[in-house]
């Protein structure tokens, strides 16, 4: 399975993006997706989850009421609107497929996530 992102880019403060996450090889399925961000030289955060129903959304308390996390399963396709951006976003952005061996409570550690896709930059200038 692979999984490719884009959408990234350079943007002012302030200003909005919208990421994309094509999946192949295989349908969403069940699966919980989600993004993840890593500035130069930090860690990978957690920034949002959706279930494969988008009943249940899970955000960073640092991109909530920001951003919105999205899924199209008849494009096998998963989005990330990011709005009111801040020099603070500036990371790279990567989707991820959740590894089904953890709980539905465990979601915020890049150990718990797998199939990650190349990732797409995303910058913005103050």
Known sequence: VQLQASGGGLVQDGGSLRLSCTVSGRSFGRNVMGWFRQ?????????AAITWTGASIKYADSVRGR??????????????????????????????????????SAYRGSHEWKD??????????S
């Open 39 to 47: 500035a130069p030289g930090k860690e990978r955060d957690f920034v």
């Open 67 to 104: 951003f919105t996390i999205s899924r199209d399963d008849t494009r096998n396709t998963l989005y990330l609107s990011m709005n009111d951006l801040k020099p603070e976003d500036t990371a790279v952005y990567f989707c991820a497929a959740k590894d089904p061996r953890y709980s539905s």
């Open 116 to 125: 990650w896709g190349q990732g797409t930059q995303v910058t913005v200038s």
